[in-house]
């Protein structure tokens, strides 16, 4: 699986917007960009993911560069709630039904400020 | 909306002793994940299984097993216990609709060996 890197941790004030960002140089044409989070004492939950356009949905958006080769993961307006470990997965499409493991790397600790 | 189950939240062994770890998923959801992570870790891949035929293989132990039974539920099963066995375990279900298979995450067993 290509490998994502990421800043061990970011903090940010409340009510602000958050910019995650991904590094992900080596990035084959099938492969999806996912991100995930981890809430303290909890299991990872999904919150974006994209192909080659920028995506919004209500948790997030997701600005994806042009060459792919990095991303950012933008939440509008952060709460105590978003405190978390926030985590950029690369994940083969292409794979059969059953093969869509989700690979983990280091992510980023992300500190809300109140 | 339901969510995964896992059963049981916490759990207590000794070293060479066995545990079984037990996942029900999300209504609908024929493909069952499972995770590791040990503390200060990140989430690890040990094993997925589709339409309850194993479909991938992470870094699981031979001591460890797993299978996914008629009803869609999963166990793991964990046999001489090492106090390195010690971590949360995380049960995954996600539905292959051939869109996006988001995975949903369950709550996690916390195994802690003595």
């Known amino acids: 699986d290509a490998k994502t890197t990421q800043p061990n941790s970011m903090e940010s004030n409340e009510e602000e917007p958050v910019h995650l960002p991904c590094n992900h140089s080596?990035?084959?044409?099938?492969?999806?960009i996912h991100w995930y989070r981890q809430l303290p004492s909890q299991g990872p939950e999904y919150v974006i993911h994209?192909?080659?356009s920028n995506v919004n949905n209500r948790m997030a958006s997701l600005a994806i560069a042009e060459d792919r080769k990095s991303s950012t993961l933008i939440l509008h307006r952060a709460t105590l709630r978003d405190a978390a470990v926030y985590y950029c997965?690369?994940?083969?499409?292409?794979?059969?039904?059953?093969?869509?493991?989700?690979?983990f790397g280091t992510g980023t600790r992300l500190t809300i400020i109140p | 909306a339901a969510g995964v189950i896992q059963s049981p939240r916490h759990l207590i062994k000794e070293k060479r002793e066995t545990a079984t770890l037990k996942c029900y998923p999300i209504?609908?959801?024929?493909?069952v994940y499972w995770y590791q992570q040990g503390p200060g870790q990140d989430p690890q891949f040990l094993i997925s299984?589709?339409?309850?035929?194993?479909?991938d293989k992470g870094s699981i132990p031979d001591r460890f097993s797993a299978q996914q039974f008629s009803d869609y539920h999963s166990e793991l099963n964990m046999s001489s216990l090492e106090l390195g066995d010690s971590a949360l375990y995380f049960c995954?279900?996600?539905?292959?609709?051939?869109?996006?298979?988001?995975?949903?995450f369950g709550p996690g067993t916390r195994l802690t060996v003595l």
């Open positions: 997965i690369l994940r083969d499409e292409s794979t059969n039904f059953g093969n869509e493991k989700l690979t």
């Open positions: 994209g192909l080659t």
């Open positions: 299984f589709y339409e309850k035929m194993q479909s």
């Open positions: 995954a279900s996600s539905r292959t609709s051939g869109m996006y298979n988001e995975q949903f």
């Open positions: 209504p609908r959801h024929d493909t």
């Open positions: 080596t990035i084959s044409g099938t492969d999806y």
